[in-house]
Structure formats: C-alpha cells, structure tokens
C-alpha cells in the first residue's frame, strides 16, 4: 500500500466525485480510478459505492478514512522533523488540547517562544483528554494538554497554573440563575448535559454513590455545541467555567461544594524530539513549573 494511493484515496473521499478529485490530483481520471480499483483489491472490500455523479464511503471506506489521515499526518510529521533537525530558527511542533480557558497560558509561552525562534509552526488538534492522548501515544502530537491526572510510568507533566471550575450553564431566566451556587439537591431530576469524561470520572468524584440520582440526557465532546442545546432549552450543561459565552441568555453557576480539575501538558517518556521541541518543553517548564518543582514528575 502506497502513501501516494492513501493520498488519492482521501482526495476522491472528501471531494465524492472522481473528475474532481483527478483535477485536483492533476492526474487522469483513468489512472484515478486504476489507482482505486487496485486499493480496493488490495484489502478486498469495496471502499466507495459510486454513484452517476457522485462516490460514497463504505464502511470499510469510512475506516480506512480515518487510518489513512493517521497515516498521512504521521508521514508529513516525520518529514517535518528530518528537515528540521538542524533548524534550530524553527520547525514544527504538533500539540493536541482538551478545552479549557487555561489553554491562555500555552498561548503565552508560545507567543513568546515564537519571538525567538520566527519560523516555528505549530499545528493545533482539539479534543478531548481521550483523544489527544490517543494520538501522542500513536506519535501524531509531540505534546498533549489533558484535564486529568497523567499516568507518570508513560509521561513527563507539567501542572497548568490554576485550575478549572465546574458548575451548571443554565438560562438565565431560570430560577437557580438567582442562585449563587448550584448543590447535588439542584441537580437532581433536570435533563443534563455533559462531556463523557467529566460524567465518568469528575461528577463520581463530587457526589459519590449518589451519582445514579443524576439524569444525563446527552453528552458533547465540545461545550459550545452544548450550549446551543441548553439556548434551545433541551436541558442543562455540567461544564467549566469560561468554556462558553454567558452572554445570549445564558447565565453560568459553581457546583456547591467546589468541584476543580487540573490540566496538565504531557509528553512520552524517552521520547526523541527535534531541537525546536526539546527547547520547547524547556520553555514550558522554565514558565510554568513551580520553582520548587511541586506537582511535577
């Protein structure tokens, strides 16, 4: 299987349509279709069902999809990386961040590492804890931003200053807007949305064996999006504060007591990095760490 078939796979799949994927190839839509007919051969499934004037995915299509852009983004970060062994003015380097307002302080380093190094790039991938680790692991990111304790046997951390508060985003002409605070008692019987993450792991954490009183009516990866629903008045969102904009009719409220969750910047150990990365982290930690180094593995 060649990277070239991979990259005329993934140009007919966003473009669903053979002529214009061939003209953006700048090849033959003969030698296109040659080129997908032996892909297909090659791992014995269909990967399109062609339509007169448009390409499908198939399952199968849909899954070699999503491995051959892993595949692809791996291959450009390799290439990356070799030509800028000796570039010490800039480079890449490939982050991949949860949602958090406290992202604020990797903008920071980074607007001030850039001053240095001019040519630095860095490419940005959002998603949740889950995610971006899942990429790291597999050597997509060099680094990840994640809202929760890191496993210190497979990863260097760093401790984001502060920490993020969760409470309930509501409309604001809901009665608990007038409240300062939003208890477990509050909660209890209202249609609620949150991250998959934050209701496995961080809302536990709050209210204990009580957790089976509380209703999930929908989960979101992205905040905004579940704000639009609450907006719509589907229901109430469990978030952090800052995540979405108040404003519109929405109004946010702190759980009561307290519920926080740390984030942290994660690297793989014994990892080999290009010298704009390893000056990077070292960015990372001559700003962000603590200078007694408390919280920090």
């Not at 953006?24 to 997908?36: E, G, Y």
């Not at 070699?64 to 595949?71: G, I, N, P, Q, T």
């Not at 001019?118 to 889950?130: A, F, N």
């Not at 589907?234 to 984030?263: C, I, K, Q, W």
Request: glycine share 6%; hydrophobic share 35%.
């Amino acid at each position: 299987m060649e990277l070239r078939t991979l990259k005329y796979f993934l140009e007919t799949a966003r473009e669903e349509n053979m002529s214009k994927a061939a003209e953006r190839l700048h090849v033959s839509q003969s030698a296109l279709s040659k080129q997908l007919k032996g892909l297909e051969a090659e791992l014995g499934k269909p990967l399109f069902i062609r339509h007169s004037f448009s390409m499908e995915l198939t399952e199968e299509g849909m899954l070699l999809r999503k491995r051959a852009e892993d595949v692809i983004s791996l291959t450009d970060k390799i290439s990356a990386e070799f030509s800028s062994m000796d570039d010490i003015i800039g480079g890449s380097i490939y982050l991949g961040c949860a949602e958090s307002y406290r992202i604020k302080h990797l903008a920071r380093v980074i607007k001030q590492f850039k001053l240095r190094y001019p040519d630095l790039h860095y490419h940005m991938t959002s998603g949740d804890t889950e995610q971006v680790t899942e990429k790291l692991d597999r050597g997509i990111l060099d680094l990840a931003v994640i809202v929760e304790k890191p496993d210190y046997t497979k990863y260097n951390a760093i401790k984001m200053p502060e920490s993020d508060k969760w409470g309930l985003l509501m409309p604001s002409d809901c009665p608990m807007a007038q409240k300062e605070h939003i208890t477990f008692e509050d909660l209890k019987g209202l249609p609620l949305f949150c991250s998959e993450q934050g209701w496995r792991a961080d809302l536990p954490a709050w209210c204990g064996s009580r957790m089976d009183e509380l209703k999930l009516e929908g989960s979101f990866r992205l905040a905004y999006n579940g704000s639009v629903f609450v907006r719509e008045g589907l229901g109430y969102l469990l978030t952090f504060e800052h995540l979405t904009d108040n404003g519109s009719g929405l109004v946010f409220r702190p759980l009561y007591p307290a519920l926080e969750s740390e984030m942290y910047i994660i690297w793989k150990k014994r990892q080999v990095f290009t010298p704009i990365v390893r000056l990077f982290i070292q960015e990372l930690r001559d700003r962000l760490e603590p200078a007694d180094g408390t919280d920090q593995k």
